[in-house]
């Protein structure tokens, strides 16, 4: 072979593997997981079950009557009949603005808009992947892209969705109960910076006391908003004394009641 050949050769294989390893980079992976969308409480459910799954808000018992029903969207409702939901009785809604600093929510216009529209308070959520970047990085990103807030009395301070690893792996996505801790404040901390508001905080009792090993309070600062597929709430994150929105199921929608009337709610959104 000569050596003009030899080098052609020696040419082809860098760029071969230059190619592959590309493909199999963390950048490259990241972009594509980031890519997914997953729902508040998507996987709360997969790890700690649905239990009753209830499915209406006559269910929820009289000591609720009262307080006010919502729902939470994502992508996946696409083009919400926001007039049916509204008829159904619900009040209040979350929907799903971003995860990690790759994923935005294609029908995010659509479905902040025409809740509105219909009369609803509205507010959105960032789902968190805190292997990712670190949490200023992921507050600027969600205020960046719907996250904000306003104090026209119609929306709701944003909410860091935190849960589960969705990617497998750790649950806790590698973090030490103090990094979580640390990852978590800085999220909040960026975001009442950049909107005067602390944001609210979803979340499950298991996750949260398992991957902050209960520590850290913000208790006295960030709405609770906890998932509990089951008859009662059930007991309260490390610190908190009550909850300000519960899920209570996923079917045939995520569906909420917000702990308080109308006038409370209306507080919630004016700060």
């Known amino acids: 072979m000569s050596p003009?050949?030899?080098?052609?050769?020696?040419?082809?294989?860098?760029?071969?593997?230059?190619?592959?390893?590309?493909?199999l980079s963390p950048v490259q992976t990241y972009a594509a997981e980031g890519a997914d969308d997953h729902t508040a409480g998507s996987q709360i459910a997969k790890h700690e079950g649905t239990g009753a799954m209830l499915g209406s808000p006559?269910?929820?018992?009289?000591?609720?009557?009262?307080?006010?029903?919502?729902?939470?969207?994502?992508?996946?409702?696409?083009?919400?009949?926001?007039?049916h939901w509204w008829r159904s009785g619900k009040r209040f809604v979350y929907i799903k603005a971003t995860e990690g600093t790759n994923?935005?929510?294609?029908?995010?216009?659509q479905q902040y808009n025409g809740s509105a529209a219909v009369g609803?308070?509205?507010?959105?959520?960032?789902?968190?992947?805190?292997?990712?970047?670190?949490?200023a990085t992921q507050a600027r990103f969600f205020v960046q892209n719907g996250g904000g807030w306003s104090r026209d009395g119609r929306t709701l301070p944003g909410t860091l969705d935190i849960e589960y690893n969705p990617y497998g792996g750790d649950t806790c996505y590698g973090l030490s109960h103090a990094a979580m801790v640390n990852?978590?404040?800085?999220?909040?901390?960026?975001?009442?910076?950049?909107?005067?508001?602390?944001?609210?905080?979803?979340?499950?009792?298991?996750?949260?006391?398992?991957?902050t090993g209960r520590s850290g309070d913000f208790s006295s600062t960030n709405p609770l908003w906890v998932a509990r597929y089951a008859a009662a709430v059930?007991?309260?994150?490390?610190?908190?004394?009550?909850?300000?929105?519960?899920?209570?199921?996923s079917s045939p929608i995520d569906q909420n009641v917000f702990n308080g009337g109308a006038d409370r709610l209306a507080a919630l959104a004016t700060g």
């Not at 003009?4 to 493909?23: D, E, K, N, P």
Request: glycine share 8%; net charge neutral.
């Open 103 to 109: 994923y935005t929510n294609p029908n995010f216009t």
């Open 234 to 249: 059930g007991p309260m994150p490390f610190q908190w004394p009550f909850h300000t929105i519960w899920q209570f199921t």
């Open 4 to 23: 003009q050949s030899s080098a052609g050769s020696r040419v082809v294989r860098a760029t071969a593997i230059a190619l592959v390893a590309s493909f």
């Open 58 to 83: 006559s269910e929820l018992g009289p000591e609720n009557v009262g307080s006010v029903h919502g729902i939470d969207v994502s992508s996946h409702q696409g083009n919400v009949d926001w007039g």
């Open 183 to 211: 990852w978590i404040r800085s999220f909040s901390d960026t975001y009442h910076a950049l909107t005067k508001r602390w944001p609210v905080i979803y979340t499950s009792a298991l996750w949260w006391d398992k991957c």
């Open 120 to 135: 609803m308070t509205r507010g959105s959520y960032h789902f968190a992947l805190p292997n990712r970047s670190d949490g």
